[in-house]
């Protein structure tokens, strides 16, 4: 034993050696300093440090003399610091260093980090990461701002005689990691402690591994032990080009561990549902839906149906999305499975997360479920005390089988007689909303959750895994495709001649400005009322109405009552007609300001025309130079009309990080994997957890793990869906 080792060990108390749940602290190089900063980022154990992963591998072990580097080539090079100078150019600091080795120098020069001229002195030893250009003064090549590391700056390991040896050892002549500044921490005091901790992990760390040796044969990975050195202490048997892609046998490792233990965690989830109220699908629900149906369906809505039937019957819980692109039919979809419990005597609610369209759903449903007799309430926030008594009584006594209303119907004072099945239309306007909530509502309630949020396929496993899943992936039959083109503002009255075009055939008009309804100010009320009269003046004797957020209730639903009955022709609107709004007779949506409006949104947007039999058609207008990604999103639109291949776009020029928000952030979920970069790793992980789940033994160690808190803190998902 090394004297190194030895105080190791003292720190950690008798005798014990490191294990995945040793705190940080006493792991060698982090003192209780370094441990509160990394406790500060969620930095707790042996394990969390052990999972933070280099950005990146640099062969160090034959640097580039630095009179071979060539412009525009990436490089490492090392040498000694001879001279620095700051200057200033228009105000900006600019901090220069030339470094020499024995074969020449060059010229380093860092815009706006004064600050270096602390630590890049005179007489230090560098290594130097960048790719070189022509120097616009002096000639010859120089680096910008390259990535710096000191090698010689008295910050050696002093449990060390031989430190300095040693720390070279470490930081050079050969593949080293390069870590991203964290917690305070420098690149090159990551590496050294991921080094030494590495280096010093006890032959059974980690050990019983949670992926025993079938499940590592299965995921052709290797153990636990040996990943970790190969990511955080590559050897010359390591690729570097394999460890720069994330595919060397210790990042296969580290990721399909992350993806597997995350999927198992699902299946627990899908696979182990709670007992639910048995809904048979009876005579007399077939008998209504006969009776309702206003139109034959297609075959994805009958596959669907078919498949909710079953979970209905099942007497486990159901935990269903239904994904459907805009104009898909999902509300058809809602009402056919809502008779189930009807029939059967049961009750079942509809949320809708808006006011405007819970309206619109009242009216969607009281329409087609009159002639089954089926009467359908309608909760809602405007009621006064007295209605919403009455209304309160019929559902905790049952005599209200339908009910419609916004998240309201969570509150407590909701209580229903005998719920079996709520569905949540449109889910992504409510981002967190608990599934969770309704279970209070009832035993064994079933849960549908409907969706038009076009999600990549392959993310949508990693964020709603827990979910079964049905996809609405046909349209209703003889829906012409809606022409999308690109319009500049200066275009007005080419795009005013195709309103008019429109309205002569007896159509009717959106005009969507980019106002989101929750932040809108009195600015943008303005807005709202500028472009109406704008509008009105451009088309005399039309009927041209005005919709926002900030309206009133009763005007609002007036507003979308007079578009539906066809009294106003042109409905001015802000994002609030986004999800839902069905009127089949509009056939041109026109977008003001297109450029500030996600992928996501203006497919939702465009979704409100091609409902009916008339040919539709969607007019994007900005600006006359929109930015890059703008033109990128809009050109999108016009190019495509398919949900999923636009999710794939969107996610493509945001990220994933991005394109979920911070919570749902893919990034935020995984340290080791990337769901976009890992999707097929993602999948096989899947496929194998789900039939793991069902087959292995009931008493298995990772069958407790996929139920524990412990999982639940590392995947975070109970905050997600
Ligand atoms: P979304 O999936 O966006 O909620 P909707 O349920 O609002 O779509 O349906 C869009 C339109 O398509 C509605 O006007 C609806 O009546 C109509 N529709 C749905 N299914 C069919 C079908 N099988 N045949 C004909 N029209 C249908
Ligand atoms: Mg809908």
């Not at 569905?423 to 599934?435: A, L, P, S, T």
Request: overall charge positive; charged content about 25%; aromatic content about 6%.
């Amino acid at each position: 034993m090394t004297s190194s080792d030895s105080a190791a060990n003292k720190r950690l108390g008798s005798g014990n050696e490191l294990r995945p749940e040793t705190a940080v602290q006493f792991v060698k190089g982090i003192g209780p300093e370094r441990a509160r900063a990394l406790q500060a980022e969620g930095i707790e154990t042996v394990r969390d440090l052990l999972l933070i992963l280099p950005r990146r591998y640099e062969d160090r072990s034959n640097l580039a003399p630095i009179r071979s580097l060539k412009p525009g080539v990436r490089n490492t090079v090392c040498g000694r610091i001879v001279a620095v100078s700051l200057k200033r150019a228009r105000r900006m600091p600019i901090f220069e260093a030339v470094v020499e080795d024995a074969s020449g120098r060059i010229k380093c020069v860092f815009f706006g980090q004064a600050y270096l001229r602390d630590s890049l002195k005179v007489g230090r030893r560098v290594v130097l990461y960048g790719a070189p250009e022509w120097d616009r003064f002096g000639g010859g090549l120089a680096l910008h701002s390259p990535d710096s590391e000191i090698l010689d700056d008295g910050e050696a390991d002093p449990d060390r005689v031989d430190g300095a040896l040693i720390e070279a050892a470490i930081h050079m002549g050969r593949v080293v990691p390069v870590y991203e500044k964290r917690a305070g921490l420098l690149p090159k005091i990551w590496r050294r402690t991921l080094t030494h901790l590495v280096r010093s992990l006890p032959e059974s760390f980690g050990e019983p591994d949670l992926l025993a040796a079938d499940l590592r044969e299965d995921l052709g990975v290797v153990g636990l032990r040996q990943a970790l050195s190969a990511v955080h202490d590559p050897g010359p048997e390591d690729d570097l080009s394999a460890l720069n892609s994330a595919r060397s046998r210790g990042h296969l490792r580290m990721i399909l561990e992350e993806f597997f233990l995350f999927a198992v965690g699902l299946a627990a989830k899908r696979l182990d549902r709670r007992p639910g109220v048995v809904v048979p699908s009876s005579d007399a629900a077939r008998e209504m839906a006969k009776r309702v149906l206003p139109f034959p369906l297609t075959a994805a809505q009958k596959r669907v149906l078919k498949e909710i039937a079953a979970d209905l019957g099942s007497g486990r819980e159901m935990s269903r999305l239904l994904q459907g692109d805009v104009g898909s039919g999902k509300t058809i979809v809602a009402i056919l499975a809502m008779l189930l419990p009807v029939a059967a005597g049961k009750q079942a609610a509809l949320v809708a997360p808006t006011e405007v369209l819970a309206d619109q759903h009242f009216l969607t449903l009281t329409r087609i479920l009159a002639p089954a007799g089926v009467r359908v309430l309608r909760l809602s926030g405007r009621m006064k005390s007295k209605e919403r008594k009455e209304a309160l009584a019929a559902i905790a006594t049952g005599e209200a089988p339908v009910v419609i209303g916004t998240h309201a119907l969570f509150e407590p004072d909701v209580v229903f007689r005998s719920l079996a099945l709520a569905i949540i239309d449109e889910q992504h306007r409510f981002g967190v909303i608990q599934r969770e909530e309704l279970r209070l509502k009832g035993e064994g309630v079933h849960a549908l959750v409907m969706t038009a949020t076009p999600i990549p396929r392959t993310l949508a496993l990693s964020f709603h895994g827990d979910l079964d899943t049905s996809v609405l992936d046909e349209k209703p039959p003889g829906r012409l495709p809606i022409r999308t083109s690109h319009r500049f503002d200066s275009q007005r009255p080419r795009i005013v001649e195709a309103v008019k075009r429109h309205l002569g055939e007896g159509r009717q008009v959106y005009v969507v400005c980019p106002l989101v309804e929750e932040s809108e100010k009195l600015a943008d009320v303005r807005a709202v009322t500028e472009l109406t009269q704008a509008w009105s003046d451009w088309l005399p004797g039309t009927k041209v109405t005005a919709l926002h957020g900030r309206l009133p209730r009763d005007e609002k639903g007036a507003a979308m009552d007079s578009f539906v009955r066809a009294e106003t022709q042109v409905l001015v609107s802000t994002t609030v007609i986004e999800v839902g709004v069905d009127v089949p007779n509009a056939t041109l949506m026109v977008i003001e300001q297109a450029e500030r409006f996600g992928i996501a949104q203006l497919h939702q947007l465009r979704g409100r025309v091609g409902r009916g039999r008339h040919a539709s058609e969607c007019l994007l207008v900005t600006r006359a130079y929109p930015s890059d990604e703008a033109k990128q999103r809009i050109d999108a639109l016009v190019a495509s009309e398919d949900g999923f291949f636009l999710a794939e776009k969107d996610l493509e020029i945001r990220g994933p990080g991005e394109f979920f928000g911070t919570r749902q952030s893919g990034r935020g979920l995984f340290q080791a994997g990337d769901p976009v970069r890992d999707r097929e790793l993602l999948i096989r992980a899947r496929d194998l957890a789900d039939n793991w789940w069902r087959t292995a033994v009931p008493e298995h160690p990772l069958r407790r793990y996929a139920r524990s808190d412990q999982w639940t803190r590392r995947f975070g998902l109970s905050q997600v869906g």
